[in-house]
């Protein structure tokens, strides 16, 4: 077992940290779980595994520089597995991870209802995101349902309740 | 400098992602004649490249928990939930047995049909060659409803193959990799499929919404297109075979955007959410794959001669319609035929009692005195036809309405049995 980073910031007792293991296989489970699951779950697939992720180690590493990079690291990732053009998902999820990076930095990342709300508010942002390169940046053709959206940014919150306390129990405890 | 950049690292480096990820965006949006901006149907290389690394990372634990899936399910499946399996074994026989005389009965119509297209050098495809895959993943955006397919170029498969199930059409080949495939459903917004309504034959163009809901789009209003309408693919798109069941109309809608236009929502007939096993339509030749061929033709030893037999009796029962056309209308089904309708009166009708009766009334007690009717020939239409429909019946007994008549005649002619009659009474019916 091996820390992620060394501790070398003001902030080193507030910094939480990871076994590599941890830090790399979480993610891509994240993703092959995203990947998977809405074949078994149909249309009730609301929910967005990788950007709860990418919430989680931003808001628990208090790095902006980290969240930007695995954001986007996610976001390209599951651009790359659909049809449309890569880095939509890579933008909105850039800046999700950035802001929650940020934000952990100001706020106690502990608590409940902080993380159920940054999960929900940071949703609707990357969902926004995409429509915004989509429909302006790109000037291309989409359907949009809002109703799909709010669905997913409440199923996010909902398994990050659940899953932040699970993966709090792998980080490094001095 | 070096504290500026030390300060805004953060900001710095989160620039310049976002720059280079619009960088990347703008590379695969081409703007057309017309002044629209479109996504590459193709990938370019580098983008190509990372869907491949994408896929390839993803694709083996996918292929490992599709895996796990079915062998605990098979396991269940094969060896321990076999109850109830002897009663289908015996249904699924019958089924194959009516469905081979079917076959049999359609081969030859099927042959002649394939002769007349090549004499009108009309092309049409027949499903030659498929190949079977097991869909092991998704794209896991309602964005982009994609599928994975673990069978890729080394099984044959190209962009834009067809790809059904049993039920109906799932989509179109988008992506091929060395060992997976892409398949872009139909519900996905960028999709599109040529579709003709069975009964209407209205042609449309099939897409998907954001909603995941399949509809077509850009028709005429038009009142007779109804729920329920069967849906079919119309052939003209190069990708789907012409006749393949696509869904059922579930509702019409106006289009919100064009007054005179509809939309036509369409419940898909394969289970688009929850698809394990595909078939991927490789080829399509104008003629029968031999795999048919094969099918036909032992359909044709094992029930030719049932056919024969059925061809047979049905020629019979022609003839006999031919022979005696008051048995049997050629228009009306069999249970509709003159002999089954149990509408009609069996028994004789009863004659209309006469308001001044005379001794040419039926029932009559008193002999007609003929040297007075002569006068009276011509006016008095019942007494005469009688011998005449007697005569008729008799020469032609076959004729069951005329031994209908024959028989209504011999009741009218006979003489009351047992009626009294009181002079200056009206004659009372006899039953």
Not at chain 2, 40 to 69: F, M, Y
Not at chain 2, 248 to 266: C, L, M
Request: hydrophobic share 45%; glycine share 8%; with cysteine.
């Amino acid at each position: 077992m091996m820390s992620v980073l060394a501790s070398d910031t003001r902030r080193d007792m507030e910094i939480r940290r990871y076994p590599v293991l941890v830090y790399t296989l979480v993610p891509l489970a994240a993703l092959v779980l995203q990947a998977w699951l809405p074949r078994v779950l149909g249309r009730f697939a609301w929910f967005d595994l990788p950007l709860v992720v990418t919430v989680y180690f931003a808001l628990g590493r208090r790095s902006p520089v980290q969240g930007t990079l695995l954001g986007a690291f996610m976001g390209l990732f599951e651009d790359a597995l659909s049809h449309h053009a890569i880095g939509a998902n890579g933008i909105a999820k850039t800046l999700a991870g950035f802001l929650a990076a940020s934000v952990g930095v100001c706020i106690d990342v502990e608590n409940h209802t902080i993380r159920l709300a940054l999960n929900f508010l940071l949703s609707l942002m990357c969902s926004g995101v995409y429509l915004f390169i989509y429909r302006f940046l790109l000037a291309l053709d989409l359907d949009w349902s809002w109703m799909a959206e709010l669905c997913k940014a409440l199923g996010n919150s909902v398994i990050a309740l659940f899953l932040f306390p699970l993966l709090d129990r792998t980080q490094i405890r001095d | 400098m070096e504290p500026f950049f030390v300060r805004y690292r953060n900001l710095l480096v989160l620039l310049l992602v976002l720059l280079a990820q619009i960088i990347g965006l703008a590379v695969q949006v081409r703007r057309t004649a017309a002044g629209r901006n479109l996504l590459d149907t193709q990938d370019g290389p580098g983008v190509r490249l990372i869907r491949l690394w994408a896929e390839g990372i993803v694709s083996p634990p996918e292929r490992l928990i599709h895996g796990s899936k079915i062998g605990s399910v098979q396991i269940w499946q094969d060896y321990l939930d076999l109850r109830h399996v002897r009663e289908q074994n015996q249904d699924l026989q019958k089924t194959i047995d009516r469905l081979r005389l079917e076959q049999a009965s359609l081969l030859e119509d099927a042959r002649q049909g394939q002769r007349l297209q090549a004499l009108l050098d009309f092309q049409q495809k027949y499903v030659y060659k498929t190949v079977a895959a097991q869909a092991i993943g998704a794209s896991g955006s309602d964005q982009s409803r994609i599928l994975y397919l673990d069978k890729g170029k080394d099984f044959g498969l190209e962009p834009d193959m067809a790809v059904i199930v049993a039920d109906g059409i799932v989509g179109k080949v988008r992506e091929v990799f060395p060992h997976t495939a892409q398949v872009l459903l139909i519900s996905d917004q960028t999709s599109g499929a040529g579709v003709i309504l069975e009964t209407t034959r209205t042609r449309g163009i099939l897409r998907g919404n954001a909603a995941g809901q399949v509809l077509i789009v850009g028709i005429l209003a038009d009142q007779r297109i109804q729920p329920g309408e069967k849906v079919l693919t119309a052939g003209g798109d190069q990708i789907f075979p012409r006749g393949l069941p696509v869904g059922v109309v579930e509702k019409v809608v106006r289009d919100p955007d064009r007054d005179a236009f509809i939309d036509i929502f369409v419940k898909p007939a394969a289970h688009l959410d929850r698809l394990d096993e595909v078939v991927v339509i490789t080829s399509t030749l104008p003629r029968f794959s031999t795999e048919q061929e094969k099918d036909l033709a032992t359909s044709e030893t094992l029930k030719g001669p049932e056919v024969e037999q059925a061809k047979a009796q049905k020629k019979a029962a022609e003839i006999m319609a031919e022979r005696l056309p008051s048995l049997i209308d050629p228009k009306l089904p069999l249970d509709q035929q003159p002999l089954h309708d149990t509408s009609l009166p069996t028994s004789v009708p009863h004659v209309p009692q006469a308001i001044h009766p005379d001794r040419f009334t039926p029932g009559s007690a008193i002999m007609p005195d003929l040297s007075n009717t002569k006068g009276k020939e011509g006016t008095d239409s019942a007494t005469p036809a009688k011998p005449a429909g007697q005569k008729t019946a008799a020469a032609d007994p076959s004729s069951p309405g005329l031994a209908a008549k024959k028989g209504s005649a011999t009741n009218l002619a006979a003489p009351p049995a047992k009626t009294e009659h009181k002079p200056g009474e009206p004659l009372r019916r006899n039953p």
